[in-house]
């Protein structure tokens, strides 16, 4: 089966030889039981820090101070976390610091929800104090203990109730969406930027719109910027695999106060020229892309607009095929592949090169791309000296 599954079974082994107790915890249990793909597969036990590094001869401090040390077996990297507690939570957030305790149990409980708080031993005998699977199997989302208690020590645990619904396609479970709604507003303690992660992590599922909508239901949306409640029917067809996509759509459905969105969410620059690229794509395609717009925009950012304009509901009057079929039918891919460039300009024109020689350049290239004048040096020429009314 899983190539990090079996990778943890034998980092188990490993350490129970040494004589301790290791588990497979968190999403890795939650995802198996769904028979979903597993990615990280997360052990912890009772050995300290130190202990685990003395078991295996490749490690990596990563979170040392959260007890966490990076296991690489045979290659594979597998997150080896010594049971803990999370000490004082203050300010509605999660503490710098934690305390290691003797027994699983006590880590289980401190963990978010009853889905992500289930263990499961080497030979897959499962540890499931909270009734994880039940609430999997009914599809829900409950916190483990009170649920306004566990808000109050950690306000993003809300978002996240919010992110796995999307993810999962689960709802939340009565009591933990009465929770919410009651202190949704203790967000705004939460750092932006592990909103941002939250939130990032969102739009990459596969039920965004149920994710809005819960943002919505439990009052979270209130204390976000995006006008969430107001464009909720935007979010209907959503869907994508990366998150900058999410992001830009969020820009565009606030484009009037784009820099709110940008500064709230603290995106990033490589968000931002992303973001700047498609809706820059996404007007120009209201205006009716030209060749020269198949021309300078990648096939992605193509396609990412014009899904914009699909999940808006804009009538667009060709399909999504057209626009591959229409860029790699283009005399030229680059501008390298031009046959001209400003020396040759410059020689025909007897004159020094200037800015009139970027005009010039402009002009070859919608001309060729219009497919006015052929793509060879020669044809450029004859143009060219037309153009600019140069005697030959
Ligand atoms: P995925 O990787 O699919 O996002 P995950 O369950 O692995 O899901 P992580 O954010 O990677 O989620 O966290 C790993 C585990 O740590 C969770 O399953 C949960 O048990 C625990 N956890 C993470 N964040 C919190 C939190 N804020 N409060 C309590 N427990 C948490
Ligand atoms: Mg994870």
Request: aromatic share 10%.
């Given at each position: ?26 999403g890795?249990?939650r995802?198996?039981l769904l ?57 509605f ?15 289980l409980q401190r963990r978010d929800f009853t889905i992500n708080a289930m ?9 499931d104090i909270y009734g994880g699977k039940d609430d999997i199997e009914h599809q829900i989302i409950r916190a483990v203990g009170d649920p306004n208690s566990r808000f109050r020590e950690d306000a993003l645990r809300m978002l996240r109730a919010v992110r796995f619904s999307a993810q999962l396609g689960f709802s939340l479970e009565k009591n933990t969406l009465k929770a919410i709604q009651q202190d949704s507003e203790l967000i705004?303690?939460i ?7 939250e939130?990032?992590?969102m739009?990459?599922t596969q039920n965004v719109y149920a994710g809005v909508n819960a943002l919505v239901d439990s009052n979270l949306a209130k204390y976000l910027?995006?006008?969430f409640r107001?464009?909720l029917?935007?979010w ?157």
């Amino acid at each position: 089966e899983n190539k990090d599954w079996q990778a943890a079974i034998r980092v188990i082994e490993k350490i129970e030889k040494a004589g301790f107790e290791a588990v497979v915890v968190g999403g890795a249990v939650r995802d198996f039981l769904l028979k979903q793909q597993v990615h990280d597969v997360d052990v912890a036990t009772s050995a300290m820090p130190n202990e685990i590094k003395k078991i295996f001869s490749s490690t990596v401090d990563i979170g040392i101070a959260h007890g966490t040390v990076l296991v690489l077996d045979e290659g594979q990297p597998i997150e080896v976390t010594t049971y803990r507690t999370e000490g004082i939570y203050i300010d509605f957030r999660r503490p710098e610091e934690v305390t290691f305790v003797k027994s699983l149990e006590k880590d289980l409980q401190r963990r978010d929800f009853t889905i992500n708080a289930m263990a499961m031993t080497k030979n897959g005998e499962l540890i499931d104090i909270y009734g994880g699977k039940d609430d999997i199997e009914h599809q829900i989302i409950r916190a483990v203990g009170d649920p306004n208690s566990r808000f109050r020590e950690d306000a993003l645990r809300m978002l996240r109730a919010v992110r796995f619904s999307a993810q999962l396609g689960f709802s939340l479970e009565k009591n933990t969406l009465k929770a919410i709604q009651q202190d949704s507003e203790l967000i705004e303690f939460i750092a932006k930027e592990r909103i941002h992660m939250e939130l990032s992590k969102m739009w990459m599922t596969q039920n965004v719109y149920a994710g809005v909508n819960a943002l919505v239901d439990s009052n979270l949306a209130k204390y976000l910027k995006g006008n969430f409640r107001k464009n909720l029917e935007d979010w209907k067809y959503f869907n994508s695999n990366r998150s900058e996509v999410g992001w830009a759509y969020l820009c565009l459905l606030n484009r009037t106060n784009l820099n709110e969105i940008i500064d709230f969410y603290k995106l990033s620059n490589r968000e931002k020229n992303f973001i700047r690229t498609v809706l820059n794509c996404y007007q120009a395609l209201l205006n009716h892309w030209n060749e020269l717009d198949y021309f300078q925009y990648d096939l992605s950012t193509l396609e990412v607009a014009y899904d914009f304009a699909i999940w808006q509901q804009k009538k667009v009057p060709f399909r999504k095929e057209h626009i591959a079929l229409v860029k790699s039918s283009l005399p030229i891919q680059s501008l390298n592949q031009l046959a001209v460039n400003g020396t040759h300009f410059k020689e025909w024109a007897s004159k020094k090169g200037g800015p009139w020689m970027k005009v010039a350049l402009d002009a070859a290239l919608v001309a060729v791309l219009k497919g006015h004048v052929k793509n060879d040096e020669q044809h450029l020429k004859e143009w060219f000296l037309n153009e600019f009314n140069i005697e030959g």
